[in-house]
């Protein structure tokens, strides 16, 4: 294992327990980048690979919190039944495509480093199950670690989809609902009801979702 991979292992497994992370510098804006990738007939996980060295752990924050999840809207917002999302009525293809891949990986374990070598893993760390979902629906071609995805695609928050990413962890928002791999419960990419501190994220989106 390279001395880089090794450093980056010691800081996205940390803070697994922990819903926070230290704050870095404002979004950087820019036009999307990387967001291309196949549609949903051509969406093979297994035949993707790619990627880099993977995320850097979570470390706590210990300021107050700033701000924290937003709170669920009532329009194109999804509900949890048993564990998983329903997309509502009114959500586009590409959202729908990602919940359902979100489902499908939701009671997978955390692993390091996984989903980076291969989009189909036994486990998924925090950037893997981000670039699973984001390949799903089709706006990303490969995987991605979380301080790549701090600068992918469109700056700011979107309508369907906000990606948080930092240089030491990433998670995402779909339909508001967070699909995390920290949090309350049990670690590995779920669907998380209780409210994340967003200090220090790069918050990203694809373009026109």
Avoid at 29 to 39: A, L, R
Avoid at 114 to 121: K, L, V
Avoid at 123 to 151: I, Q
Avoid at 167 to 183: E, K, N, V, Y
Wanted: net charge neutral; aromatic share 8%.
């Amino acid at each position: 294992m390279r001395r880089t991979t090794l450093l980056a292992a010691l800081s996205c497994a940390a803070a697994l327990a922990a819903t926070a992370s230290p704050a870095l510098a404002a979004d950087n804006g820019g036009t999307p980048t990387n967001t291309g990738g196949g549609t949903s007939a051509q969406f093979d996980p297994g035949q993707i690979t790619g990627g880099g060295v993977p995320d850097t752990p979570d470390t706590v924050d210990p300021q107050p919190p700033v701000d924290t999840t937003p709170a669920p809207q009532t329009a194109h917002t999804a509900v949890l039944s048993h564990g998983q999302a329903v997309a509502p009525a009114d959500a586009p293809e590409a959202v729908r495509l990602a919940i359902a891949a979100a489902n499908h990986i939701r009671r997978k374990p955390y692993v390091w480093g996984g989903g980076h070598g291969s989009f189909t893993a036994r486990g998924y760390d925090c950037s893997g199950s981000v670039s699973y979902v984001l390949h799903a629906a089709g706006v990303l071609s490969f995987p991605e670690v979380s301080g790549a995805l701090a600068h992918w695609g469109v700056q700011g928050e979107g309508k369907w989809i906000t990606v948080y990413a930092n240089a030491g962890h990433a998670f995402m928002i779909i339909a508001g609902l967070r699909f995390d791999t920290s949090g309350a419960g049990a670690t590995g990419p779920r669907w998380r009801a209780e409210p994340r501190w967003l200090r220090g994220f790069h918050r990203r989106h694809p373009a026109g979702l």
